[in-house]
């Protein structure tokens, strides 16, 4: 990357007239933001269909996207809904998201605007399915979920149907016909939607830095189509799941749940699966971030059924076997390695062998002066300087909760005394680091406390919900960042 500075806002956390952030005017808007501001990255959350606890790290699919981020107005002006269904569609612009109610009016609204669909409209979904072999399993996935009241796949009644036998699938796919082809016009808006807000942000110069969550979830059309890609049973069910150890982000460590790869067949078969998977990334995103990257290196396996992370052991990752096929598969695609977490020697051997840039978030650098995360400390400009992720606190929000020792050296290293002067304070040395890349949460720019937080981690409940406020990202605003920007050579 050359030197240059982004902003991390999730397409849910943009404003909008209908509940959530979606892909259409107001996202188009926050791109023209971005270019007035000088920043070159937005920087998003994965955009999947969410599953447990409203995560977009527990995606029901890692090719499909999220139709609650779908524009309903490009669907109006389209012909497929009216104005006086998006008239009942509106909520408050600027509440926290309500998933319930989000569910609960969506899909019956996007099942009116498939039920219009006719002419060159239903042409473009079938070349949509044509073109996206993917789509086959998860429609029919999502298609059956419904018919079985949403269980999961390893609990549907059917076991040739659990076992995705092609034989137990064609009399579904002949009963779900309309269903499955509901669940194909929706993933067409989807990309056809995001290729239109990608485009406009590429032409003013933003790229999209995308993320790729290191697991999937188990109940998910890739788990149910794919099973000999993960570690289970003869019944669907693993033994043994993904999570993480006690580390900064939570005492108790992180419990995910998900199961676990199959990194010896995955092996034998070139990582097919993989490869699959990071260019469907690519077609979405600019630069990719590698979720959870020390997996790769080693990762924590959790006995099913057990009560917390505590319980888990190391086991070996894939390793360059994995990283070495997607580098020189894709040489055109920008990689972030996400080495947050308990670090060792190997792990930094991993990122350094890829070639991959690393990074550095300044919410943990307080410490002490030889804290990795320093600037002073950086070594290399191959990085990327962060104030936080979305699985920090924000700026003031830091500030305001961390001890009082950290709090004094952070004001002693940043010459700044105060929540407010230290949060512009973080942003200027965020930003006159030497790391290729800066990003910054939207938060810490519009100087918001813990009320902007994304995600606490370890928790369950009341994340994934914050939103902008309308009007929040001012001419003003972007006037501001863009001097900050140029004045750091950005």
Known sequence: MERSAGILLPVFSLPGAYGIGALGREARAFADFLHDAGQKWWQVLPVGPTGAGNSPYTSASTFAGNPLLIDLEDLRDRGLLTEAELSAARVEPDGPIDYAALYACREPLLRRAFSRLSGTEAQAVRDFAAANPWLEAYALYRALKTHFGETAWYDWPDKALRDHDPAALEPWRAELAEDIAFHEAVQCWFFAQWKALKDHANGLGVGIIGDLPIYVSLDSADVWSERKEFLLDETGKPSRVAGVPPDYFSAEGQLWGNPLYDWAAMKADGFGWWIRRVEGASRLFDAIRIDHFRAFERYWSVPAGAETAKEGQWEKGPGMDLLGVLT??????????????????????LRQAAGLPGMKVLEFAFSDPGNAYLPHN???????????????DTALGWYDHAPETERAFAERYLGASGREEVRKALLRCGMGSTAELFVAQMQDYLALGSEGRINVPGVA?????WRMAPGAATAALAAEIRTLTETYGR
């Open 328 to 349: 020189n598969w894709f040489p055109h695609i920008t990689y972030i390695a996400e080495d947050l977490g308990l670090l060792t020697p190997e792990v930094h051997q």
């Open 378 to 392: 950086y070594g290399s400009r191959r990085c990327v300087c962060y104030t936080g992720t979305h699985d920090n």
């Open 461 to 465: 409940e009341g994340n994934w919900r």
